[in-house]
């Protein structure tokens, strides 16, 4: 049992690494001191947008942000959006690991994760994607095309003081590019193993109005029908699952400067068409199910600039997604809808302090009889539909108490119909105890708000008296010392972090005789590194790594022990060979892991881990110009050693050596 957090649990390759490498960037300081320029520095300390809701330098926000922007995402070779994350320590990616209602990837941070993730808030443009039915992101659905994605800021750790329940172990930022940054035409084309895309954009401008138009399709034949490294041939587990798709994209978005303070911003996005699901290992889908799937949104921000650039905005969106098909007889549609308002305004309310407040309030409604009522008993209403109600208030106030310590004090109060009323403050004080080093302490609490489907499940049980306690939602107490520092080309961001989980969701027998849906209790401690060293002017390394110890009663059978890999490491290396020639170079190294709620596996009664793994991509690219037109063509493989790994259980068997061409042009 991995129960304890002492220096013998650490992984002595990984510990040998690290030191090496922090042991070669104290060297490099020392070689380089002179030229240390704190200007310089500052100069290029990177700014983030997300974490407390103010624009921050990235050594002065109170809690870990991993940076991904558009040129690591096109030199990662990434083909599902979700792959990107691999490279953010203690993120657990896994292919196409749910097995009903969405074959899709699943994104986790630091275990005690289900298929669906439900721990992590998903934003787009400041648009919530967490899916109101089971929670979590259908990440193939999201309408947005890798090409228009600016920048992804990663939150590591929880933040309900900013983005209320459901950034309960982190929170995901995605920001497109503005319309103006994207003028001109523009197409990718990739083809290759089991998979087919094409993108085109078109950007232009009237007067003080940009604007774009993307539209894409996507054929994708996701795993290989049969397992290669098959545990068992029983009872199925020798198939993969059924998870082919084929995709519609359409987005939109417009930026109209109004006048010397206004602009307004519009988008629309639209992702759909036909994908299978199904289990090819159970005997009732003998053939895969398909389904229809379709996605859309709008969105609509007013932001007024203010004296001492203050901000004043106003958000709105409305989100759609629905799927439709009959599977085994049953009818599986769902039909989900959110709107949302919101209000910030931010301002300085003194010298040496900034304030970022405000106000939002969301409807979701879900109908979904096949989940709401699988058993068509009747216990919802008549017409199968659940709706959710939520208000917020939240602020940040920021203080410059001394030139070298900023502290942030932040905090979000939401009312929603599901549980009622949550308070999820956090402090956080940061000090640059010298040029280019800054400790930083940070103390929160957090929240996840039950799913829709979570909700109704636990109807039954409280109506019929089988529990008492009414479903609450589950809390995290996080406190973490951060470290930022700059050792000449070297970057290193560490963090030592600590989270008690109490009042986690169970639903089983075990619970029922517990009386209580809420008996998980599990705490996760550990430390993360992220570096990142620019060899040269043509050479970058981005190195991540991860280790964390759960200790836990496994309370009502569930085994969050070992839910999350003790060691995790993921590495870039890329480099331009001259301008025309460039190449990447990724690695990923998972530890073993058991997730909660999957089942016993090939070998029944037997609480089963799968299996640790390493995989390595590579990408190689070739950059052309004729006249005003410049292209790229890119080679990119994945799995290059063809490993057949495992990821979620042991039927989840991701692709071998996959490879593709990628061809870009601006025209």
Request: charged share 25%; hydrophobic share 35%; glycine share 8%.
């Amino acid at each position: 049992m991995r129960n304890s957090f002492c220096v013998s649990n650490f992984s002595s390759g990984s510990v040998l690494l690290g030191s090496a490498l922090l042991l070669s960037a104290s060297i490099v300081s020392a070689d380089d001191s002179d030229s240390f320029s704190e200007s310089t520095y500052l100069d290029e300390m990177p700014i983030v947008l997300s974490v407390s809701r103010l624009s921050q330098r990235v050594d002065e926000a109170p809690a870990a942000v991993t940076i991904i922007d558009r040129q690591m995402i096109k030199e990662a070779g990434i083909w599902d959006l979700a792959e990107v994350f691999r490279l953010v320590p203690g993120m657990v990616v896994s292919y196409h690991s749910a097995r009903t209602y969405s074959m899709d990837n699943t994104v986790g941070y630091h275990g005690l994760s289900d298929p669906y993730a439900r721990s992590m808030q998903v934003l787009v443009d400041g648009r919530s994607v967490y899916s109101p039915l089971f929670g979590g992101v259908l990440w193939g659905d999201i309408p947005v095309a890798l090409d228009d994605i600016e920048r992804i800021e990663v939150i590591r750790g929880p933040n309900s003081a900013s983005y209320g329940a459901n950034s309960f172990m982190g929170v995901i930022n995605i920001i497109t590019s503005h319309s103006s940054e994207t003028q001109g035409k523009f197409v990718s084309l990739s083809a290759g193993r089991n998979r087919e895309e094409g993108v085109a954009r078109y950007g232009s401008r009237n007067g003080d109005l940009t604007y774009r138009i993307t539209a894409g399709v996507r054929n994708d034949k996701g795993e290989d029908p049969v397992i290669v490294n098959a545990l068992s041939a029983n009872d199925g587990w020798d198939k993969n699952k059924y998870d082919d798709r084929k995709v519609r994209l359409f987005t939109l978005r417009g930026d109209y400067r109004v006048n010397a303070t206004d602009e307004l911003e519009f988008q629309f996005g639209y992702n759909g068409g036909d994908r299978q699901e199904g289990d090819a290992g159970n005997p009732e889908d003998t053939h895969p199910f398909w389904k229809r799937a379709d996605h859309h949104f709008e969105q609509l921000r007013w932001r007024r600039a203010l004296e001492q650039e203050g901000e004043l905005s106003v958000q709105y969106y409305h989100g759609y997604e629905s799927s439709y098909g009959t599977q085994n007889n049953a009818i599986a549609d769902v039909i989900a809808q959110r709107h949302d308002l919101e209000v910030q305004h931010t301002f300085s309310p003194g010298e040496h302090t900034r304030l970022v407040w405000g106000g939002s309030v969301r409807y979701d409604k879900v109908y979904a009889p096949a989940y709401h009522d699988p058993d068509g008993i009747g216990l919802v209403d008549k017409q199968q539909t659940q709706a959710f109600h939520l208000a917020r208030l939240f602020g940040n106030l920021e203080w410059r108490a001394h030139p070298d310590l900023v502290f942030n004090l932040g905090a979000m109060a939401e009312d929603n119909s599901f549980t009622g009323t949550d308070i999820t403050p956090r402090i956080a004080a940061n000090w640059h105890f010298q040029p280019g080093h800054t400790l930083r302490l940070s103390s929160s609490r957090a929240t996840r708000t039950p799913t829709d489907y979570e909700k109704v499940r636990a109807e039954p049980f409280i109506e019929l008296g089988m529990v008492t306690q009414k479903l609450r939602p589950e809390q995290v107490d996080s406190n973490e010392i951060g470290y930022l520092g700059k050792f000449s080309n070297l970057d290193v961001d560490f963090r030592l972090f600590h989270d008690e989980f109490t009042d986690l969701i169970v639903m089983n027998g075990k619970s029922l005789a517990l009386d209580d849906l809420n008996p998980g209790q599990a705490v996760v401690k550990g430390f993360e590194t992220q570096l990142q060293w620019r060899i040269s002017d043509r050479t970058r390394l981005i190195y991540g790594l991860s280790h964390s110890i759960v200790s836990s009663q496994d309370q009502a059978g569930m085994t969050y022990t070992n839910s999350v890999p003790t060691n995790s490491q993921s590495m870039m290396l890329t480099h331009r060979f001259n301008e025309r020639w460039s190449a990447s170079l990724m690695g990923y190294q998972m530890g073993e892991t058991h997730f909660p709620e999957t089942d016993a596996g090939p070998n029944e009664n037997r609480r089963y881990f799968v299996d640790g793994y390493r995989r390595f991509d590579g990408r190689v690219a070739y950059r052309f110009q004729s006249g005003n037109q410049k292209g790229e063509l890119a080679l990119v493989v994945q799995n290059l050693t063809d490993s057949h790994h495992f990821e979620f259980r042991h039927d989840n068997e991701p692709p071998g050596r996959t490879a593709w061409l990628n061809l870009k042009l601006d025209l």
